[in-house]
Structures are given as C-alpha cells and as structure tokens.
C-alpha cells in the first residue's frame, strides 16, 4: 500500500526556491511545490508548502543523492519539519496537518502576508 | 419506489416529513443539459493520485491530484484512434501508423529530428482519456506538441498506460530517447465529458480520508497550500445557479475560499467564503458587475456543514442556508448578464492564497434554481456523507 504518513512542511528562503523546486521535480517529485510566499519577521521573503511523504521519501530528501548537483548545498537552506501521524493519538489526528503549518511558521519566525486586494 | 424521494417536503415546506433521498443521485439534476458540476469523492472511481490521471487513488492516505466531475455521467466521446497520422519534425521521415488498429512507432535522433504519431482535431475544452501500450524497449511520452517540454504522462517499456490529455487541440506520442524505433499500439483516444478538476503540483493534492461513522470517503485539506482547478466552465448561458457542499469546515481562525468561480471576484463568478473573516460565518457571492453576498452568522469550528446556495441575477437572489435551517437572502442588484467563462478553483482563491481547510465531502453545482423536492433531496445525500442532521 501507498501510505502518505508523514506530515511534512518545507520553507525556504526565496534565494535558493527555485534551486529547492528543481531538485525536488529532479527526484520525481513534480514542479513548484513550494509555493506559498511567507514574510519573515526581519521582512525576508520565504516560501514554503505542506505534504504528505512516504517515509521513503524522507530519508532521500534528507541525505540527497550526490548525483543531483547542488542537492547538498540547497538542502541546507531548506527547514524540513516532520509529523509522524501515525505517532499522533487518533483523537489528535484531525486538524493536524493545518497545526503542524501554523506551528512550523511560528517556529520559525515566519507568516502569511495578508492578501493585499482582498 | 425509486422516486419515492421525489416529493417536495423539507424546510421549504414547514410540516411535511423530509424525504428520505433512497435512490437519488445528483447526476438527475443535470438531466436537462445543464452547466454544472458534481464532485463526490466517495466515488473512489472519480479520483486518481496523479494530475494525469495515470493512477487510481485506491485506498485511504492517498493523495488526490485528479477528481473528475460526474455532472455529465462521464460520458465518453467517439473514438479517436482513427484519425492517428505519422508526423515529423526535423530530417526523420519513419514513424509509422496502422489507423485501424492503433499500431505505431516512434523515432528520435534527437529533440529536433523526429517522427511519431500525431492525433490531431482534439477540441481545446475537452479532455481526452489516450490508452496506449508499449510494445517497445524504450519510454514513450504523450505530450501536446514536441515542443511544450512536459509530457502528459509516460509510458514505460512493456507497459499499458492510460491518463488525461486536456486542453489541446492535438496530442502526439514521441519517443523519451533518442533510438531508431519504439513500437505501440495507441488502444484508445476518447473525451471524458465533464469540468474535472486537477492539481499538478504535488504537495498542493489534498489527500483522500475516511469518515469513521458514516463511512464515506472525504478530501483533506491542509490549509496551506492544497487546490485544485479545472478549465474553464462556460456558464454564459445562464444567470442562475444553486450550488450544494457537504464539508467539515476546520478553522475560522482567518478568511478562506472554498470554491469560486475565477481567480478573484470576476464579473459572472461566484464563490463560497468559508469564513468570510476571522471568526466570521460562511458567506455566498455572487457577482454579475457588483458582488453581492449573503452571509451566515459567525459560528465556531471544527463544525459539520451542509450548505445551499441559490442565485439569480435578474432575479435579484442570493442566498445560503446550513444544515436545512432557514436560509439568509439577500435582494440587493448584482447587475446584468450571465455568468462567465472561468475556471473553477477549489480550497484556495486563485490558487494562491485563503487556503481553506477542512473535510471535503462534495461540491454540486448546476446552471438554474433547483426544485423544492431537488434541494431537500441534495442537501439529504450530502449530509448522509458528513453525517449531519438537517433541521
């Protein structure tokens, strides 16, 4: 069975998105993820994305491939936070993957900028 | 007894008994032809883990990155295989085609000098299920054109694959390496009638969960960056829409889109704020030349939702109810006209921001004013799903 049970939120800081959104499509695992824009609180640009992985996946995105140039070096940059959601009690387990963003931003120093023409 | 559920009692009919839905299926309210969309996820057979549509979703935990609209019954088109030409690009002359049987091959020296098979005469508004199996030993790509870059999707050495080409007018299938012969057998070229919804990029799928007491199927969505979105939905032939969602909406902390027709409050949209604010209550708009918006009071989440809407532009309509309550209008003048030509995004405003999140039972929406009978028995199969008791 495909299980997606980690809960994975990603940020990056916006110098090294497009290398971390090239080298994610490069292992197969699609094009633009990290795509909504965070404010910093030193007033930076981010970007970061959730998602559900396999465990399998996690283990690659951690330790790259040497063969994906640059891998190691973007990898660095990028703030990767976990959420077993099968360590989760059940009775948790709604809600979790808005939680784990909210809780990953704030860790972080991070926010969503309030839309400007809404 | 199949159309027991037909008659008209519920809210709209203070006294009568609600009916009990057995037997109703939302695809009857399309039967006139109508503009619309119905998407359900409990239908496992509607949803596929990939925006190409390559790979079923089968089981809970999986991401949903394709849900097709069933408003149309997923009505297939007249085969296509037939009308299959050899084409080629650059030097290479060799691509080879049998129209009545699908058998073909594809060659490359390189990206500039190809032959393959071209199918062309695709409408840009359709999408169309391409069947193909390859016989060869090396990948084959069905692509757009050999000069768009991405492929649809792949199919690999000795393998049948099947998935979505949308929105082109040709689709060609091309060798992935540069080799002298690739042979297939293209099995089948067909439409799929319906405004399906897609998301390409992978962490924005929602995931595909379980409700524990009613057992239906749901989409999760995270609140950050999952949507989806489909082409656009041609609704300039009508003023009028009702428009029916079973969610559980998680979060009121900050406003949120559950679906809307167009990127941003066009002129002929319409959309779902779920919450207009900050703790803020469900609001319905739409939107001829000047938005107008009917808005339930503010309540708390996590909560389970059945929600109606109904607008009329020349009818000066616009209103929502929850749950079978008694729904809140709003008379005020939207404009003139029809609705628009827009994509229908979902969970996310244009797809890049109010993220919604929350349990995604469902969203049926149908180009005219339902019938008494047709908007009890809706908002009936919907909460069977969320597990909501109507008023």
Known sequence: MTAYTLSVVQLCPDAYREQANAIAAAYGYGDGNLSVELRHADGSTWWGCHAWWMPSALAVALDPPEEVPGAAEVTAHVVTSVVDREAVPEAEREGLPLRHWLQALSANNLSVPEPADD | MRFQSQRPTGRLF???????????????????????????????????????GTTPVTAVGQSAGLMLDKSKGLARGAERLETGVPAMAGVSDLAEYNASTGAGTAYRSDQYNQSFVNIPGLSMTSWY????????????????????GAAFFSVPAGQRRAGFARNVTTVVITSDADVSGVAFTVNSVRSVAGNHQSISV??????????????????ETDGADDYMVSAPIDFTGTDKVSI???????????????????????AGSFALNAPISAGGGYAFISTASSGVLATLPPTAAPRNSVLSMRASISGDLVSISENGAAPVVNTADQGAGNYGNHALYLFRRGGTKLPWAGHFYGLIGVGRLTSAAETANTERWLARRVGVTLA
């Open chain 2, 244 to 266: 029916f969602a079973g969610i559980r909406q998680l979060s009121n902390a900050a406003r949120a889109m559950l679906f809307e027709l167009s990127a941003a409050g066009a």
């Open chain 2, 14 to 52: 203070p006294g009568r008994r609600r009916p009990l839905a057995l037997g109703f299926n939302p695809r009857s309210l399309f039967r006139g032809g109508e503009q619309g969309f119905f998407y359900d996820p409990s239908d496992l057979s509607t949803l596929f883990q990939d925006w190409a």
């Open chain 2, 202 to 219: 992978p962490a924005s799928r929602p995931i595909l969960r379980q409700n524990a007491i009613t057992g239906a199927y749901y989409l």
């Open chain 2, 129 to 148: 299920f391409v069947d193909v199996t390859n016989t060869g030993a090396n990948t084959l790509s069905v692509r757009a054109d050999l000069a768009s």
